[in-house]
């Protein structure tokens, strides 16, 4: 359980400085709207929540949902997420804030690791 744990943290450091090498934006004065990314599994694919957030956000935002059903932090699966053409959209959305919601399909049993 530990291997894991430890596993998936690495993951995500790694996805996380993978989306900064990529060039995402921190901030983008030529927009007044304020592009947001979720990044995720089937959860962010089909949860809702993206669109939720973009309601709650209102027009100064722009939320984009880039989840992958299947998907994982772990490059050592069938299913990266960073493999993923939705990885790419993300990137070319140029999002301002970045929400990573990956993790679930990595912690599960049966997923045969390289």
């Known amino acids: 359980m530990k291997k894991t744990r430890l596993l ?3 993951s995500v450091i790694i996805l996380a400085l993978s989306v900064i090498a990529y060039g995402f934006s921190v901030i983008d ?3 007044n709207v304020t592009r947001v990314a979720c990044i995720g599994d089937s959860i962010t694919q089909g949860s809702g ?3 939720r957030l973009q309601e709650l956000l209102g027009s100064d935002y722009e ?6 059903d ?5 490059q050592e699966t069938a ?3 960073m493999r993923q053409d ?3 959209d ?3 959305f140029k999002p301002d804030i970045v929400i990573i919601m990956l993790g679930t399909n990595d912690a599960n049993p049966e997923i045969n690791y390289n």
């Open 49 to 51: 929540y993206p669109d």
């Open 70 to 74: 299947g998907s994982t932090v772990s």
């Open 8 to 10: 998936i943290s690495f």
């Open 90 to 92: 993300a990137m070319e």
């Open 86 to 88: 939705k990885f790419i």
């Open 79 to 81: 299913m990266p997420y």
């Open 63 to 68: 939320v984009g949902n880039f989840g992958v």
């Open 29 to 31: 004065a030529n927009t």
